[in-house]
């Protein structure tokens, strides 16, 4: 079965950055569709980023809310998944979700959750003003 690790969160001012990693086992990271969802209090759950490709061909996507400030990526030979956040906000705040999935229905729908068949347990993003 497939099994995935974020870490990277914790508590940060505005304007500061983060790195999350998503570590996979049981998982090829080039495989299919690759994503970062959040999810604030009082909030449903939002896609973020996403990654599809391996490390020859890759195509990245975000939500307009992240554009130019996120940055999805992957490192084959350590199976793991990143997102760079730069220049958080406080309606950042959020537990942040790394997923994959082994559907192929997944391309074209990056942020559609059901594109997703596995998930990790989050790790949790806090922006202070």
């Known amino acids: 079965q497939v099994q995935l690790v974020e870490s990277g969160g914790g508590s940060v001012q505005a304007g500061g950055s983060l790195r999350l990693s998503c570590a996979a086992s049981g998982y090829r990271v080039s495989n299919y569709c690759m994503g970062w969802f959040r999810q604030a209090p009082g909030k449903e759950r939002e896609g973020v980023a996403a990654i599809y490709g391996d490390t020859g061909r890759i195509s990245t996507y975000y939500a307009d809310s992240v554009k130019g400030r996120f940055s999805i990526s992957q490192v084959y030979a350590k199976n793991t998944l990143y997102l760079q956040m730069n220049s958080l906000k406080p309606d950042d705040t959020a537990m942040y979700y790394c997923?994959?999935?082994?559907?192929?229905?997944?391309?074209?729908?990056?942020?559609?959750?059901?594109?997703?068949?596995?998930w990790g347990q989050g790790t949790q993003v806090t922006v202070s003003a």
């Open positions: 997923a994959v999935t082994s559907k192929s229905t997944c391309r074209g729908r990056w942020f559609v959750g059901d594109s997703y068949n596995y």
